[in-house]
C-alpha cells in the first residue's frame, strides 16, 4: 500500500468553526488531491498541488482552503464548517507520467458537521 | 451531460456469474481510462488501467471504445470477494496538452451472493 495517512480519521466539529484535515505521504510524489466523496455525487476535486508551495482549485474548492509547505504534507482547512460540508473527505498522491497516472488514496477522514 | 455516468446498480450476482460493467464519457479529449474499485468505507483503489487495445488482467477484462466513448468491464466467474463499487475513471488532456484530472463516475455497486 502507498504509505499515505490522513488524520484525523473521523471528527465532529460545530457549524462556524475551523477544521484542518491533514494528509501526509512517505512516497516523495509530487501531485497530492484532496476529494471530498458524498452519496449521489462521487469523487469531486476540490483542490490539488503539483509542488510545495504550488496549489489549484477543482471542481468544488468554496469554503475550502489549502496549503502544502513541504513535499510530504498537504492541508485542508474549512475556515468556517457548514452542514453542507459534511462528507468522506480523501487525499490522494501520484506521480504523473507522460500519457497516464495512477492516483494512490489515502484511507479518507469522515466529517461530521452539526 | 454528465461528464462520466455509470449504472449506479445495484447489481446483486450469484457466485460464478459473468457480470459487466458499462461506463459513457463525455469529453472527446479524454485520454486515459480506469476502473477503480472501492469497498464499503474503505478508499478507491487503482483496479486496472483501459487501453485501445482491450486488456486483460485474470479474470477481469476491460474495453475500449473511442468513437463510441465507451469504456466497460467483465469480470468472469465473480467471488464474493469481489462484492465492491466499481468506479469508472477518465483523464482529460488539459489545452496546452497537458494532463488533466481525473474525473470519476459515481460507482456501481456489485453484490455477488453465495
Known sequence: ????????????????TPVTLRCHQTENHRYMYWYRQD????????????????????EVSDGYSVSRSKTEDFLLTLESATSSQTSVYFCAISDRGLYQETQYFGPGTRLLVL | RKEVEQDPGPFNVPEGATVAFNCTYSNSASQSFFWYRQDCRKEPKLLMS????????????AQLNRASQYISLLIRDSKLSDSATYLCVVNVMNYGGSQGNLIFGKGTKLSVKP
Open chain 2, 50 to 61: 483501459v487501453y485501445s487495445s482491450g486488456n486483460e488482467d485474470g479474470r477481469f477484462t
Open chain 1, 39 to 58: 452519496p449521489g455525487h462521487g469523487l469531486r476535486l476540490i483542490h490539488y498541488s503539483y509542488g510545495v508551495k504550488d496549489t489549484d482549485k477543482g
Open chain 1, 1 to 16: 500500500d502507498a504509505g499515505i495517512t490522513q488524520s484525523p480519521r473521523h471528527k465532529v466539529t460545530e457549524t462556524g
